[in-house]
C-alpha cells in the first residue's frame, strides 16, 4: 500500500462526468450510467485534438469545458472503479486535467465526481472562433479515431437523446452540415 494513500483496488468506485465523447463512446468498464448535469461550466469545441480526431500538424477540434457561472452542462456520468483512471487518464492525456466536482444526478442525488477538462492555455489549446471557422476545421479534419465531422454528428445525437440544449454544439452542427 502507498503510504498516506489507499490501494486503487480498495478505494470505493467513484462517478466520472462525460461531456464529450464519453457520452456515445464509453470504452470502458463502469458500475452504472446516469445522465447528469455540471453546475458552472458549459461545453464548447475549444480543444485542439492532434490524436484522436486531427494530426499534429492539422488538429481537429473537440470539446472542453469552460467556466460559466450561469450555465449547467448535461452529460453522462459513469460509476468506475479507480482502477479505470489508468484508461482515462491516457486517453484524456491531450491537454486535459482530471478535476474534482459535484455531480447532479438525474434524480437530483448530488454526487462526488470526476472530470477531465483542457483548462485555458494548455499546449492544444485552440479558443474560441468563428463559428464558420471552427466548422471548416472540423469539416477537414481526421485523426486515429476517425473523421472530426463524425465526433460533432454523435456528440449532436447524444445530446438529443439526453433532451439537452446546446446552443453551441447545435450551431456548429448547422454550420458543418450546411456544406
Known sequence: MVSG????????????????????????PYLDRRPAT?????????????DHRGVPDAPGRVVTLVPAPEETCIGMAYRIEHTVFDHLDYREKNGYERVAVSLTLDDADVVAGAVYIAPIGNH????????????RQ????????????????ELADALRGLGAHDAHVFALEAAVLAR
Do not use: C, K
Not at 490501494?7 to 464509453?26: E, H
Not at 492544444?124 to 466548422?135: K, S
Open 138 to 153: 472540423i469539416r477537414r479534419s481526421a485523426g486515429p479515431s476517425g473523421e472530426n465531422v463524425d465526433y460533432l454528428v
Open 5 to 28: 494513500a489507499e490501494d486503487s483496488r480498495t478505494q470505493a468506485p467513484v462517478w466520472v462526468f462525460g461531456y464529450g465523447s464519453l457520452i456515445w463512446r464509453p470504452d470502458f
Open 124 to 135: 492544444a489549446f485552440l479558443g474560441d472562433a468563428p463559428i464558420e471557422e471552427m466548422a
Open 38 to 50: 455540471l453546475a458552472g461550466w458549459a461545453r464548447r469545441f475549444w480543444q485542439g485534438s492532434h
